[in-house]
């Protein structure tokens, strides 16, 4: 029987856990790559504060370096008068050259500091990490190893100590034979010759050892998928093992200085704030670099703020005219990609387009047909609703019979291939038979790939597409295992269908109305789920599409639209279709459109070929090749196995703005925008704001801070270069052959080159076309959405079409500063806070 003190210390030691994971953020697996905050177990404090804590935990660079702040100097991307103004308010008075190199040589000096001798020896963490990285790549493979270890079905704790005792690595293997049941009293062992108010940094400094696997640990927890039902692994769990490591190899259990708050600050920080204003030598980075970021990101701000307000004021001198029923209507991703390819298809005919979070609002699981595998499709901050399988129609069967003659051939010659060549007996036969036509194979990917990409298309044009024969099951079904109830409910679908086109404000219908999801294509890309679509959970958005068509498509879903006040004519047709990233291309999926809507669809698909074109030139150029090769550059970069940046992917995003399209229908903005439609004057209660808010800025927000930190710190935040990744169990990449996941995105999705970013590291600037008193009620109900905003995460500001389109920046704590001019720029907060101006009353 336990004993009170007993269960106290099993209180005492979860809670520490607890307390201590917020210093992991979740790593997704590399099949459903997320795009995630890196420290977003800090957004409840500073900017300036989680970034120190980084720097403490994993030796990380929390700010762009002297270089990097110089050539945007240099580049005319940072205004000198922004920049004065910001240093000035943190007491520098020196030339902003002088500071540059003054941090650049803080920085130089620091380097030379951490950099280990040359020829170091193995610490005992080390060699834990090292054992500890085997094992967990053994336990979390998922289907990747050809052998598993056995005992997964037990759990990590449990399967580690059933094996790990033959493990003649690990030196005092009777201490893993010792191990008692339960991990919490192996920690309980461990944490004994130390005071409790030290076991939150014990904690923390054990999981921050191996941030990406226990960001995977913590995903994996979180989601409690199939994979943790099957074979469960738990922190306190892990952690048992990793204490238990470190003892028998002699690494310290405590961190130096463990209290809590920890250690010296590792990273990179520029130069000391100091009374003189010379800039000082010394390190700690976060006045003066913050300065630089303030000033960068308030230059951008400026011109986007500035272009939006005039915008909104140029939208009450228009004369009212109708220009008529657009030919068609587009509903793409917020993605910034489909900021160009909508630029294009507006330009290629009477054509209108929509921006929406890429899953539509279905948050769902799917499964494709013959698959087998359901996959999340839907952002992870909302939990999946509904099982959505695609299964045949009863009326495309030759079409099946066709695809299947195809795909049962591959699938045989595939199994075939992977038998002889993981089979001892035979791999050795298998290359001598046919490495020659292996040779030619790679010779043809490696020199001439963009043929290889029209001789796949040219096959795939002989095989019917699964969406020519297969149909998302909407009915609801009885019954469901415990799991997701399989399909959707007549009133669902109807609440999907209203709350689109009322976040959008969509108040007319043309006779082709498109929703398009988006997807990449690479080859050998461990990568290439971090390009297709965030809000499907890394997977292509086209089956998000499909549901949505299919629901708006259907009369009676019609009707019931039609008494909420959203009139759907009677020719309007839904179709779905995905935009391929890689290449521009947009495919529709039309199989079932009828024959009155033929001609029109076919025109559209003329004209998107036209869009692909442009889009392809536009984005070809960004990555300095001649726009007149866009096509064969695109198409060879979706089929070279070689390929380390098929494309750019979110690269570049640094504003995020809600409105109607007629905003920036007029603007170019590079590519670097995420744009979500919305009409405040079909939102009377504010409840599509809210919507809006409270999910596609947060992810956005998510996707723009894993761009900054890999950007800022490739090696520490992201994966370093893909020349030297090696996947590991379906789940990460190490560098090299061992050790830690890597966490983020590779060198080659945000720099141009190894010293060189393409992503300009700006936090994310928000602009939103809305009554400044509607978006505050909206933070009032929503305390974290402030706490972003507060601790700096990101800025926001509002232009008010009805205070004469006046901008008003978001300050802290629910004031807002308005801004004499709509083109000022919101610059953050000074040091100590100016005072506010307040948001004057209405008339």
């Not at 660079?61 to 100097?73: E, H, K, N, T």
């Not at 109900?781 to 507060?790: C, K, P, V």
Request: hydrophobic share 40%.
């Amino acid at each position: 029987m336990s004993t009170d003190s007993e269960t106290h210390d099993e209180t005492a030691i979860r809670d520490s856990i607890e307390q201590a994971e917020r210093a992991v953020g979740r790593v997704w697996p590399l099949h459903s790559f997320v795009t995630a905050n890196p420290l977003a177990g800090f957004e409840d404090r500073p900017f300036h504060e989680a970034v120190e804590r980084g720097e403490r935990l994993y030796g990380a660079d929390g700010y762009p370096s002297a270089s990097v702040f110089g050539r945007a100097w240099e580049r005319g991307q940072i205004d000198p008068e922004l920049l004065r103004a910001e240093l000035s308010r943190r007491g520098y008075d020196a030339d902003p050259e002088t500071l540059l190199d003054r941090m650049a040589s803080a920085e130089s000096g620091h380097a030379a500091s951490a950099t280990a001798s040359p020829g170091a020896a193995e610490t005992p963490e080390d060699r834990v990490d090292a054992v500890l990285a085997k094992w967990l790549s053994a336990f979390l493979d998922q289907g990747a190893a050809a052998w598993s270890l056995p005992g997964r079905s037990q759990g990590f704790y449990d399967a580690f100590r059933a094996a790990a005792r033959h493990d003649r690595e690990i030196p005092d293997r009777s201490a893993i034979a010792g191990l008692p049941a339960d991990p919490i009293d192996a920690l309980a062992e461990r944490f004994e010759n130390y005071p409790r108010d030290r076991w939150v940094a014990i904690v923390e400094h054990h999981l921050a050892a191996l941030p990406g696997w226990t960001g995977l640990i913590r995903q994996r927890i979180g989601e409690e998928g199939a994979w943790q039902s099957a074979q469960p692994i738990t922190l306190p769990g892990y952690l048992a093992v990793r204490m238990t490591l470190a003892d028998v190899f002699g690494a310290p259990i405590a961190p130096e200085g463990a209290d809590g708050g920890g250690g010296s600050a590792t990273g990179r920080v520029g130069v000391e704030n100091d009374a003189d204003g010379d800039g000082g030598t010394g390190v700690g980075s976060a006045p003066l670099a913050e300065a630089w970021l303030s000033a960068w990101e308030a230059t951008y701000r400026e011109e986007l703020v500035g272009a939006v307000a005039a915008e909104s004021a140029s939208l009450d001198d228009a004369d009212g005219s109708d220009e008529g029923r657009p030919d068609a209507q587009f509903v793409f991703c917020i993605d910034t990609r489909s900021e160009v390819i909508r630029r294009h298809v507006e330009s290629v005919g009477q054509y209108e387009t929509h921006g929406y979070a890429g899953f539509f609002g279905i948050p769902m699981q799917y499964e494709a047909y013959d698959s087998g595998v359901e996959t999340d499709a839907c952002p992870p901050i909302v939990d999946a609703a509904h099982r959505i399988e695609e299964r045949p129609t009863a009326d495309h069967d030759h079409r099946r019979a066709t695809r299947e003659r195809w795909t049962n051939a591959l699938e045989a010659g595939e199994t075939v291939l992977e038998t002889l060549k993981s089979n001892a007996a035979t791999a050795f036969s298998l290359v001598e038979t046919a490495g020659g036509g292996y040779g030619i194979a790679l010779a043809a990917r490696t020199l001439v790939p963009d043929r290889v990409h029209d001789a796949l298309d040219a096959v795939e044009a002989r095989v019917p597409g699964v969406h020519e024969f297969c149909a998302p099951a909407l009915e609801r079904e009885p019954g469901s295992d415990g799991g997701l109830p399989s399909g959707l409910t007549f009133e669902e679908r109807v609440e999907y269908a209203a709350a689109a086109f009322e976040l959008m404000g969509w108040e007319e219908f043309a006779r082709v109305v498109v929703f398009a999801g988006h997807a990449s294509e690479t080859a050998n890309n461990p990568f290439g789920s971090s390009l297709d679509c965030g809000a499907c959970a890394g997977n292509p958005g086209g089956p998000n599409a499909r549901v949505l068509a299919a629901i708006c498509n259907d009369e009676a879903v019609r009707a019931a639209l039609a008494e909420r006040g959203i009139d759907v004519p009677d020719d309007t047709v839904f179709v779905a279709g995905e935009h391929n990233t890689t290449t521009d291309e947009v495919t529709l999926f039309d199989a079932d459109v009828p024959e009155s809507h033929a001609d029109e669809v076919e025109q559209l698909r003329a004209d998107l070929a036209d869009a692909t074109a442009g889009a392809a030139a536009e984005r070809v150029e960004s990555m300095g090749v001649d726009p007149s090769r866009a096509d064969r550059e695109t198409k060879r970069r979706a089929a070279d196995w070689a390929e380390t940046r098929p494309e750019w992917g979110l690269a570049g995003n640094a504003g995020f703005v809600v409105g109607p399209r007629e905003l920036t229908d007029d603007l170019d903005l590079g590519g670097r925008s995420f744009l979500h439609s919305y009409d405040w004057r079909t939102d009377d209660g504010g409840d599509a704001l809210e919507a809006i808010l409270t999910g596609p800025m947060v992810v956005t927000q998510w996707i723009n801070c894993q761009y900054y930190f890999a950007t800022v710190d490739t090696a520490a935040y992201g994966s370093g270069s893909k020349v030297t990744h090696n996947p590991v169990g379906n789940v990460g990449v190490y560098q090299g052959n061992g050790g830690d996941l890597m966490c983020g995105l590779p060198l080659q999705s945000v720099m141009a080159a190894d010293d060189e970013p393409y992503h300009q590291p700006l936090r994310l600037s928000t602009v939103i076309h809305a009554p400044v008193e509607r978006v505050t009620e909206v933070l009032e109900e929503h305390e974290q959405l402030a706490e972003l905003l507060d601790n700096d995460w990101l800025s926001l500001t509002v232009v008010d079409p009805t205070r004469d389109h006046a901008a008003f920046r978001y300050d802290e704590e629910l004031a807002w500063t308005g801004l004499d001019d709509a083109a000022e720029p919101a610059a953050s907060a000074p040091e100590p806070a100016r005072p506010k101006s307040a948001v004057p009353a209405d008339d």
